[in-house]
């Protein structure tokens, strides 16, 4: 894919590219306190969300097109540049008109290849950055997808935001940050930015730095975090939002400890395998989870641990899943093995929540 950069930024440092502010604009003394706090942090670009895509209706849908007013305030009081989502042509319409200068795509928008179509066919013609989240769902086609189709429409300063996906399980995170899919779009796409949400990944405001520290040491090129004057009074998202000051806090903590740092050119592929370990490991967790439930279940109906004909078919099948996989049959048994003897010795105490 040919990409330009995104030339959003015009400071020489070698922090991430930053975008912060409220997750919504709410009144216009809201967005303009925010923002002012957040110049004198040094962020240079604005975000806020204008129109807001709910789950469920009835909650704050966006204060719409006169938002746009108040970030053009922002433009002109801070020099900030502006960035807001756009979900529909006359979004992007709207947007473009007000001088907002980057445009995102959210990801309850990028799963709906019909919206993005309508998105991308708005786009032709101009050349805004356009940055797209990830799709709710793990699904890195649909992602990639997504980026191809406003690329199609001729916008060259593109980018990627990370920002979590729904699992259904339970976890600490709000969305799960299953980082080696954000890895292998940069391997797919190389040259493409991509910006890693902490403020959505959470869901919590104590979750910001660790996960800030994690998306710039796997070597994200951005980040995109919530900010709000009042964070506890926020209309949307308000336990994952920061006053301007704490962000600046953990900016200053990340370029103490940037600067500490000095680039090993293995250190991209020791944390790409890191990525892929985590995951390892998060997928092990909800194995046995769910391992712990058949041995309930098999208690309560009396049924043994043990049935040897689903074992050997369970290794079967494996074995050739990971044969496809370019995967040693040895190793795959093995590994088989030791994760059917943890589970077996879950399953005997199960429902006990023993470790
Ligand atoms: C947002 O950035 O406020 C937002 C709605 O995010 P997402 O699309 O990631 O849910
Ligand atoms: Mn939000």
């Known amino acids: 894919m040919d990409l330009l950069p995104l030339n959003v930024t015009t400071t020489e440092s070698t922090r991430p590219t930053i975008i912060a502010g409220p997750c919504s604009a709410e009144s216009e003394e809201q967005v303009l306190e925010t923002a002012h706090r957040l110049a004198r942090q040094g962020v240079r670009l604005f975000r806020a969300g204008i129109w807001k895509p709910r789950t469920k209706p009835g909650g704050f849908e966006g204060i719409g097109f006169v938002g746009l007013d108040w970030l053009k305030r922002v433009k002109q009081e801070t020099g900030m540049l502006l960035a807001t989502e756009v979900a529909t042509e006359e979004h992007v319409r709207q947007a473009l008109q007000a001088g907002v200068d980057i445009l995102w ?46 690329h199609r429409a001729g916008i060259r300063r593109l980018g990627a935001i990370h920002r979590g996906f729904s699992s259904g399980g339970k976890s600490k995170y709000r969305n799960e940050p299953m980082w080696s899919i954000p890895m292998e779009l940069k391997r797919r796409i190389p040259g493409l930015p991509i ?161």
């Open 195 to 355: 910006f890693c949400d902490p403020s959505h990944i959470g869901g919590n405001r104590e979750l910001i730095e660790p996960l800030v520290r994690k998306g710039t040491g796997l070597g994200f090129e951005g980040l995109l975090i919530e900010s709000h004057c009042r964070p506890e009074t926020a209309w949307s998202d308000a336990s994952q939002q920061l006053v301007p000051e704490k962000l600046g806090e953990i900016l200053r903590r990340l370029d103490d400890s940037m600067a500490e740092t000095d680039d090993d050119p293995l250190d991209d592929l020791r944390h790409r395998i890191d990525a892929i370990d985590e995951q390892l490991l998060e997928l092990l967790s909800r194995r046995m989870k769910i391992s712990d439930e058949i041995g309930v279940y098999k208690k309560e109906h009396d049924l043994p641990v043990v049935q040897p004909s689903r074992l050997g078919e369970v290794i079967e099948h494996r074995i050739n899943v990971g044969c496809e996989l370019d995967l040693n049959p040895r190793f795959v048994r093995g590994i088989l093995m030791k994760i059917h003897g943890e589970s077996v010795r879950l399953q005997k105490t199960a429902g006990r929540g023993e470790l």
């Open 105 to 150: 795509v959210g990801a309850r928008t990028t799963v709906n290849p019909f919206a993005v179509q309508e998105i991308a066919d708005a786009l032709h013609g101009t050349d805004v950055p356009v940055l797209v989240k990830n799709p709710v769902n793990p699904d890195l086609e649909l992602w990639i997808g997504a980026l191809e189709r406003i």
